[in-house]
């Protein structure tokens, strides 16, 4: 590409592991889940939005239903530190195969 044309990027995101010992469980539609993926997308306006997704507690695959992130310090930091290391890994890239 020249560099007069100007890239749009639409989103960036990323699914970081929610390590067991912050895991939680939250209820939707009767059935119990436990969360343990985020999904941590990074907005236009260069702040990070967050939802959470996992299995249900009952077993089977269950719905893919989101769930709202807990204002816990110790989730912040999880989504910092992966937006971070995001950051690391795109600025590392080597291009298509």
Sequence with gaps: MNAEVEVEVAALALNVVVPPELRWRD???????????????????GSLAAKAYGRP????????????VPDRPELKALVDAAADRAAQLWAAHRGLG
Excluded: K, W
């Design 27 to 45: 209820a939707r539609r009767g059935e119990e889940f436990e969360l343990s993926t985020l999904n941590v997308r990074l907005l236009r306006d």
């Design 57 to 68: 507690v009952a077993g089977g695959r269950g719905a893919y239903v989101s769930f709202a």
